[in-house]
């Protein structure tokens, strides 16, 4: 069964540190990998998007991708207020599949 | 336009009643989705839509009936719902579908009383 984790919230951080937020997956074959943030009440948000190995920087958000580990995660540096959210990542197994999403990390963003 | 929107926003409908979600997108995308996401989980796939051709269905109860009018169009006709099928209901569309990234519209709050 395709499943995907992600470390268990919520996560709490100043305001102006770097939140860490990790997902593995278990389909070695996952080919592409998704980050959205999900406000209360609202739809999820694309933050980022990653498919080779290493980091992929977009602002404040870095995307690392580690498929020898089976491993993405997403740094948040400076970290504000407005990015209290739950942050959901998503893993295409294979061509022609669709998504798999993780349960969600809640991120709580503390001034 | 890189917007993908939802109508209505909220719908309240009793287990007797038909209705309809829809959604609609102008980015020129070919393949589009239904979710639906409970409180305090992540998107469920519901159906997936491949230019135009229904790809993918998820084992949804014959009570949620998608169409596809044209590229752009998604509508989901919902019949003798559930109290249990009160949730959030969210369109998203992709490029071409597969690897591509997803584009979620602002979803559809059903409340089934």
């Known amino acids: 069964q395709k499943e995907v984790e992600q470390n268990s919230g919520p996560l709490s951080v100043p305001e102006g540190a770097i939140a860490s937020l990790n997902c593995t997956y278990s389909?070695?074959?996952?080919?592409?990998f998704f980050w959205y943030r999900q406000y209360s009440g609202k739809s999820p948000e694309l933050i980022m998007s990653?498919?080779?190995?290493g980091d992929k920087e977009d602002g404040r958000f870095t995307a690392q991708l580690n498929k020898a580990s089976q491993y993405v995660s997403l740094l948040i540096r400076d970290s504000q207020p407005s990015d209290s959210a739950t942050y959901l990542c998503a893993v295409n197994p294979y061509y022609g599949q669709n998504f798999v999403f993780g349960p969600g990390t809640r991120l709580s963003v503390l001034p | 336009d890189t917007e993908v929107t939802q109508t209505p926003k909220h719908l309240v409908m009793g287990m007797t009643n038909k209705k309809s979600l829809k959604c609609e997108q102008h980015?020129?995308?070919?393949?589009m989705y239904w979710y639906k996401q409970k409180a305090k989980k992540p998107p469920e796939l519901m159906f997936v839509y491949s230019y135009e051709k229904l790809s993918i269905n998820e084992s949804v109860p014959s009570r949620f009936s998608p169409e596809c009018p044209n590229s752009s169009l998604l509508n989901l006709h919902l019949h003798a719902l559930q109290p249990e099928d009160s949730a959030l209901y969210l369109c998203?569309?992709?490029?071409?579908?597969?690897?591509?990234?997803?584009?979620f519209g602002p979803g559809t709050r059903l409340t089934v009383l």
């Open positions: 389909d070695r074959g996952s080919q592409s």
């Open positions: 998203a569309s992709s490029q071409r579908g597969g690897q591509d990234e997803q584009f």
């Open positions: 980015m020129g995308h070919r393949a």
């Open positions: 990653i498919y080779s190995n």
